[in-house]
T-cell receptor, first 112, second 114 residues
Framework: KQEVTQIPAALSVPEGENLVLNCSFTDSAIYNLQWFRQDPGKGLTSLLLIQSSQREQTSGRLNASLDKSSGRSTLYIAASQPGDSATYLCAVSGGSNYKLTFGKGTLLTVNP | ETGVTQTPRHLVMGMTNKKSLKCEQHLGHNAMYWYKQSAKKPLELMFVYSLEERVENNSVPSRFSPECPNSSHLFLHLHTLQPEDSALYLC?????????????FGDGTRLSIL
């Protein structure tokens, strides 16, 4: 059974810092890995999707890497801003119907 | 605006009530999903529909009954719920249910069982 772990559970940083969020998964037989953002009381917003054959994806200040063989992914956020404050969720797609398995998330607070 | 709309946003019901959650997507997608998000637990997939056919039932109790009348609408019918069913219920859609397309989520229905 696939399990996804995200470390740290919570992170508080001053504005302007570069930061890294970590995600690990137990079964490397995945189709893709996605990073989502969730604001309080809201649904999920897809940030980046990395196919299993890819090593990284970039969007603006966000860069996500994938090391499938070791079961790890990182989300790098450059020059963090207060508006980046949210919960960041990692999910891997695998098995029948490309089922997504989620981690519990990292709660990020960027202080002005 | 994600293109996926869920109603109601909040719902309080007793254990003996019957209610339904509604999800509508305006993205022209062919796959739709129900997820449950409980406090302190990861998001859990409940059901997957592809082209209006249920293709996944992730061991969900029968007190939750999904319905997908067409590719734009998805319902979750609720009856005789338990207090542990209190959670945020999220709907999502994707182009074709395949691995190359991201899922787009609604803002969820916050369900509280008295």
């Amino acid at each position: 059974k696939q399990e996804v772990t995200q470390i740290p559970a919570a992170l508080s940083v001053p504005e302007g810092e570069n930061l890294v969020l970590n995600c690990s998964f137990t079964d490397s037989a995945i189709y893709n890995l996605q990073w989502f953002r969730q604001d309080p009381g809201k649904g999920l917003t897809s940030l980046l999707l990395i196919q299993s054959s890819q090593r990284e994806q970039t969007s603006g200040r966000l860069n996500a890497s994938l090391d499938k063989s070791s079961g790890r992914s990182t989300l790098y956020i450059a020059a963090s801003q207060p508006g980046d404050s949210a919960t960041y969720l990692c999910a891997v797609s695998g098995g029948s119907n490309y089922k997504l398995t989620f981690g519990k998330g990292t709660l990020l607070t960027v202080n002005p | 605006e994600t293109g996926v709309t869920q109603t109601p946003r909040h719902l309080v019901m007793g254990m003996t009530n019957k209610k339904s959650l509604k999800c509508e997507q305006h993205l022209g997608h062919n796959a739709m999903y129900w997820y449950k998000q409980s406090a302190k637990k990861p998001l859990e997939l409940m059901f997957v529909y592809s082209l209006e056919e249920r293709v996944e039932n992730n061991s969900v109790p029968s007190r939750f009954s999904p319905e997908c009348p067409n590719s734009s609408h998805l319902f979750l019918h609720l009856h005789t719920l338990q207090p542990e069913d209190s959670a945020l219920y999220l709907c999502a859609s994707s182009q074709d249910g395949g691995p190359s397309q991201p899922q787009h989520f609604g803002d969820g229905t916050r369900l509280s069982i008295l």
